[in-house]
């Protein structure tokens, strides 16, 4: 299987969604700017989103796709579908309680996340976070649905939802702000009816997929069939794993918690600058880290399960290369071609010159850790492959205290953009930290030509970055905001030089495409 081909497909697909989520968060800003109310949002829809990252895309699947990769790779079939039906039917049973608890919980969770909005945007903040709560619902029974389809290498289903999500944010928010303003209501709760509608979108879609496979959960709706799904032992292994894990991934969303209620003391609009630059973060993170992690997890657990010690360690090689060559570069631009970005994508309507200030040092912030971000997506994956979940849970546990050191150092030196650099540096200490794990233990053994490798992409990032200096500084990317689109085709031509003069330099230092289509 060409692993760069899958994980092409992957990105494509999730390019979709990131720009459909660009423009969501472009719309937002010109709605709305950096208010009050729009922090109010931000903070609801964080709620369910953390939780989703906490049970469902964060430990649930890192307990069990490699399990049922493991299960479908040697007890078969049969077997493999008891497994999906006993854990589906648990994990519906727990999202049901989740969501009744989270409805009446709100005014706690919002006051844990934002306790300093003011008194109106904190009112708005407990009423969208219990309309948006099932969103999690909807969400963790993605994510089941995208870990099985992802073991059976079904990539695209799974990579093109988040589409559904941001496209009914964009049309209920231009359809329903205007009105519910109108009719003396928040504008900004029409966010939260599109999320709401997105999620739904997202969960329907994938049943066909699952149907067309025959992986079809069978869901067990009585108090008799929770308890007979509860004693299959896949379950209770599901469960031991997901231990482990949720502290690894509790510690990385309580940071989260933590910054998010540090930026709603620091200033108005703060939160929503550290948003709209964790948008543009999220871009690089979505196409690379992502994409790795869906490709590489099943098949880690397939090689680990097999006994394929070589086959593992090479594909955690190739993994690492494909971060240094694409995440690197994209992390040179997010240091020095900020303001540009930031500007083309949010400085209309409601945001001002100094909300593209404010966002654009946050996104530097995160351009600091953004090797370390992704590089996490491919390093983690290879403890949960060997089902071992506690390892990387105790190192988010030690990161977790290092970045709040880096809090008190950053953030009275660099206001809100130190939250999101104390998050990068900490990444980048989590991600060193993990492989030197995977070394010490022998499952990872470099392949032979990394200095090289180094020394090309380091060529090709520096040739690019003195470009992209260049243009950022050459251009007044504010004033430009007076002729839209002419804004907007210098941002496409430099982009897209940028991409050439990288890739070109890689060829003229010796780089060969074909040997990255797939483990050595």
């Not at 009446?104 to 300093?116: E, I, Q, S, T």
């Not at 502290?247 to 929503?272: D, H, K, P």
């Not at 949010?346 to 600091?368: E, I, K, L, N, P």
Request: net charge positive.
């Amino acid at each position: 299987m060409n692993l760069l081909r899958a994980a092409s497909t992957i990105s494509l697909l999730t390019l979709a969604s990131r720009i459909t989520g660009l423009v969501r968060e472009t719309m937002v800003a010109g709605l709305f700017g950096a208010t009050g109310m729009t922090d109010a949002f931000l903070v609801a829809f964080r709620i369910p989103n953390l939780l989703r990252r906490l049970f469902a895309e964060g430990a649930f699947s890192q307990a069990f796709v490699p399990l049922l990769a493991a299960t479908k790779a040697t007890e078969g079939a049969e077997a493999t579908q008891r497994l999906i039906d006993a854990v589906a039917t648990v994990l519906l049973w727990a999202l049901v309680a989740t969501s009744v608890v989270g409805v009446l919980a709100a005014p706690g969770l919002v006051w844990l996340l934002g306790g300093g909005l003011a008194p109106e945007s904190f009112d708005a903040s407990v009423a969208m976070t219990r309309f948006m709560f099932p969103y999690i619902g909807c969400m963790s029974l993605v994510a089941l649905a995208a870990g099985i389809l992802n073991t059976w290498r079904r990539f695209v289903v799974p990579a093109a939802t988040p589409v559904l999500l941001n496209l009914s944010v964009i049309v209920v928010g231009w359809a329903l702000a205007g009105p519910l303003q109108r009719a003396g209501y928040p504008g900004i709760y029409a966010m939260a009816f599109g999320v709401m509608l997105g999620g739904v979108l997202q969960l329907l879609v994938q049943w066909p997929a699952l149907r067309a496979i025959g992986a079809m959960p069978h869901l067990r709706l009585t108090w008799r069939g929770l308890r007979e799904a509860k004693s299959h032992p896949g379950v209770g292994r599901v469960l031991v794993q997901m231990g482990p894990a949720l502290l690894g991934v509790g510690v990385s969303q309580l940071s989260l918690m933590i910054n998010t209620n540090i930026s709603s003391r620091l200033a108005e609009g703060a939160t929503s600058w550290l948003n709209y630059a964790d948008r543009l973060m999220e871009f690089p993170i979505g196409l690379l880290g992502v994409a790795l992690s869906a490709v590489l997890t099943p098949q880690l657990s397939a090689a680990q399960a097999s006994g394929q010690s070589e086959r593992y360690s090479r594909l955690l090689d190739w993994g690492l290369r494909m971060v240094l060559l694409l995440a690197l570069p994209c992390a040179v631009a997010l240091l020095v071609f900020s303001t540009p970005l930031t500007a083309v994508l949010y400085h209309r309507g409601a945001f001002s010159a100094v909300d593209v200030s404010h966002t654009a040092q946050s996104v530097m912030g995160w351009g600091v850790g953004l090797l370390g971000l992704v590089a996490v997506k491919v390093l983690a994956p290879g403890f949960y492959a060997r089902q071992d979940t506690g390892t990387p849970a105790k190192i988010a546990v030690a990161v977790l205290v290092l970045t709040q050191g880096f809090n008190l150092v950053f953030v009275p030196w660099v206001g809100v953009a130190g939250l999101a650099l104390s998050i990068g540096v900490g990444a980048l200490v989590n991600a060193s930290w993990l492989l030197w794990g995977l070394k010490r233990l022998g499952s990872y053994r470099p392949e032979p030509g990394w200095l090289a490798f180094g020394l090309r992409v380091a060529a090709g990032c520096a040739v690019m970055g003195l470009l992209q200096w260049w243009l950022a500084t050459r251009v007044d990317w504010i004033a430009l905001g007076s002729h839209e689109i002419k804004r907007a085709l210098i941002m496409a031509a430099s982009l897209g030089a940028s991409a050439v003069v990288y890739f070109a330099m890689l060829l003229l230092v010796g780089m060969r495409p074909r040997a990255l289509g797939r483990p050595s």
